[in-house]
């Protein structure tokens, strides 16, 4: 079955920690989003990458960093630098960069603050 | 700037009743349209899209129309069932981004 895998489904970060989010997707897509989702607002553009080893920010990528060395794979990066980082996190692939094309999502993984 | 404003939920319906999700969009020409819907522990997933005006989106059961004159994309959907409840959200297409509503949560009760 294709399609895209985010793990884990939860993820606690300490203070000052750092954390890698994970993305992989077996459509054979070359477009890659990643996106925020907090209670009451509409999902945020973190970063997107539309070919391997390059990639964009979106409107809030500040305290946030990716890398696209495979076509199928697009961690997130949460850093200590990101002071809210507490919401649950989507990525999705597209065929390519023609907004046309269908974005695909991956079930999210939530991210919590201790 | 571009935005989407989706009318606040949770909408409560009746099995059987008939859905109106409002969607209204700012943007500077003709960008393409989107409803996306999230059930219950699932990810996002396209229900449809019209790309110019007066497109016609549909799918499951559920239309929308591209309505340039009304800057506006309404879901609808004639008989609603209780597998329809979920979240969604109306999108439009910016510099081949998304700009998303803050989704509208639909609960229908049997």
């Known amino acids: 079955d294709g399609g895209i895998t985010q793990s884990p489904k939860y993820l606690f970060r300490k203070e000052g920690q750092n954390v890698t989010l994970s993305c992989e997707q077996n459509?054979?897509?070359?477009?890659m989003y990643w996106y925020r989702q907090d209670p009451g607002q509409g999902l945020r553009l973190i970063y997107y990458s539309q070919i391997v080893n390059d990639f964009q920010k979106g409107d809030i990528a500040e305290g946030y960093s990716v890398s696209r060395e495979k076509k199928e794979s697009f961690p997130l990066t949460v850093t200590s630098a990101q002071k809210n980082p507490t919401a649950f996190y989507l990525c999705?692939?597209?065929?390519?960069?023609?907004?046309?094309?269908?974005?695909?999502f991956g079930p999210g993984t939530r991210l919590l603050v201790l | 700037g571009n935005s989407v404003t989706q009318m606040e939920g949770p909408v409560t319906l009746s099995e059987e009743a008939f859905l109106t999700i409002n969607c209204t969009y700012t943007?500077?020409?003709?960008?393409?349209l989107f409803w996306y819907v999230q059930y219950p522990g699932e990810g996002l997933q396209l229900l449809l899209k019209a790309t110019k005006a007066d497109d016609k989106g549909s799918n499951k059961g559920f239309e929308a129309t591209y309505r340039k004159e009304t800057t506006s994309f309404h879901l609808e959907k004639g008989s609603v069932q209780v597998s329809d409840s979920a979240v969604y959200f109306c999108?439009?297409?910016?510099?081949?981004?998304?700009?998303w509503g803050a989704g509208t949560k639909l609960i229908i009760k049997p």
């Open positions: 999108a439009l297409e910016r510099d081949y981004q998304l700009i």
């Open positions: 999705a692939s597209s065929r390519g960069q023609e907004i046309q094309e269908t974005q695909y």
């Open positions: 459509l054979n897509h070359d477009a």
């Open positions: 943007a500077t020409g003709y960008p393409s």
